[in-house]
């Protein structure tokens, strides 16, 4: 039975469980019934290519938002956040009023920053009766391990939300930490300026967080920091990817609207392994800056150029990595003048959104034409000039990048 057919069945079950709605408007199912002999709307474009374009964006037909619960009952709905910024949780909570709709369309069984739910009641549900897991955040610790992996067990549907949860995102940047987390700790804890001084003040202490301890209540736990940070699909079996630092707003109702109108009205999921909210091309494909190719002989930050408004920042002299970046996001960055930093990953052509921007990068030194005489010690001389190549290249996608993470050999 494929992907698909196993979900129809769970959602046919659980509908035939369904409490009536409290108040469910007479004109609905009519609409309803009308939506599911209709075609999904834009409903070709999900299939084929794992970055097929949004299935989001799309209303529910026959569902009104608003109106109480959808005729077959609620869908059960988990957030969770693993090592993320809490950037996604508010994207989520940021869509002012309808935050309430998917109270409408969903029972919200975990979300902590914004419900109760505890991990012992997610424990108690039976394996695959949450209808969706929505998991921002990267993998770093023994507790998101456990989290996602009991997350996966208990849902049918887990979609990695957000960059770090698609590609280790800002947290993965640890990676290149060559003495990982003993080395992070212990910069942390006991060589910035405060941590020193607590240090000296009181040396008994212990200054690195222990992963347990006693004390005379018992013994306190705490979870164990990874040497290496994974994207979601890494650790568990992910259905959907939703990139982004952080999504789009209507990328979060588009995807919920998505399994609403699978759940009720039989529209047809993507593919698994989607990435929704993407387009096809480069993100320079969508930025309305005009190219003109020009050769770059030195980068700049753009608080050192007078932005025009209309001329594509490579042609300024300012490093976007547009080129390289998948699109989706409306070019957001660009037409508020700040360079692409990559946030949506690569496009579906390339693995390596790092490498990817080399070459685009490299594609515009002065070597060919206007320079001929163009040598090794110019290129390091412009290369030069950006300050953190690795941090800068692979600020989203380290975890998923060939490089993966430093590592010291032989003390070094
Ligand atoms: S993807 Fe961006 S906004 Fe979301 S958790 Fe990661 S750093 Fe924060
Ligand atoms: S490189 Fe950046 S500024 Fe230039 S067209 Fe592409 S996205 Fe726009
Ligand atoms: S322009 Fe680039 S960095 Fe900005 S939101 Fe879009 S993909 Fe992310």
């Known amino acids: 039975m494929g992907f698909v057919d196993k979900l129809k069945g769970l959602f046919k079950a659980g509908a035939a469980e369904a409490k009536a709605p409290k108040a469910e408007p007479a004109a609905a199912p009519k609409a309803a019934a009308k939506a599911a002999a209709a075609p999904a709307a834009g409903g070709s474009t999900m299939q084929g290519s794992k970055y097929a374009e949004s299935c989001a964006l799309q209303p529910i037909p026959g569902y009104v938002p608003n109106l109480g619960a959808p005729a077959n009952g609620k869908i059960k709905l988990a957030l969770y956040w693993a090592a993320a910024c809490g950037g996604c949780d508010v994207s989520i909570l940021d869509s002012d009023e309808k935050v309430l709709n998917i109270g409408d369309m969903a029972d919200i069984v975990m979300w902590p920053v914004a419900a109760d739910g505890k991990e012992h009641d997610i424990e108690e549900m039976e394996d695959g009766s949450i209808t969706v897991s929505i998991i921002n955040g990267a ?147 969508e930025c309305p800056r005009t190219k003109e190719n020009r050769r770059m ?74 320079d001929p005489i163009c040598k090794e010690d110019k290129i390091i001389d412009i290369m030069s000039s950006i300050k953190d190549p690795l941090g800068y290249f692979y600020a989203f996608t380290m975890s998923k990048s060939l490089i993966k993470r430093s590592v010291k050999e032989g003390g070094q």
């Open 139 to 285: 993998v770093r610790s023994s507790e998101n391990e456990h989290m996602v992996k009991l997350l996966r067990k208990k849902s049918a549907l887990v979609v990695a939300y957000g960059t770090c949860a698609c590609f280790g995102g800002t947290p993965a940047l640890a990676n290149l930490v060559a003495g990982g987390k003993d080395e992070i700790l212990d910069y942390v804890y006991k060589k910035t300026p405060s941590s020193a001084a607590f240090c000296e003040a009181y040396p008994e202490k212990p200054h690195v967080p222990q992963s347990e301890i006693q004390v005379p209540e018992g013994t306190l736990t705490l979870p164990t920091l990874y040497n290496s940070v994974k994207s979601l699909d890494q650790v568990i079996d992910v259905d959907y990817f939703v990139p982004g630092c952080p999504p789009t707003q209507e990328t979060i109702e588009g995807l919920l609207d998505a399994v609403v109108n699978f759940v009720y009205n039989g529209v047809a999921l993507p593919p698994k392994g989607t990435m929704i909210g993407v387009t096809k091309k480069t993100l320079c494909e």
């Open 297 to 370: 002989d030195k980068i700049l930050e753009p608080y050192q150029v007078d932005v025009d408004p209309d001329l594509c920042l490579m042609d300024q002299g300012i490093l976007c990595l547009g080129a390289a970046t998948v699109g989706g996001c409306g070019a957001k960055c660009t037409r508020a003048g700040q360079p692409c930093r990559g946030c949506y990953g690569p496009t579906d052509a390339v693995s390596e959104q790092g490498a990817s921007v080399f070459t685009a990068v490299a594609s515009l030194f002065p070597i060919i034409d206007e």
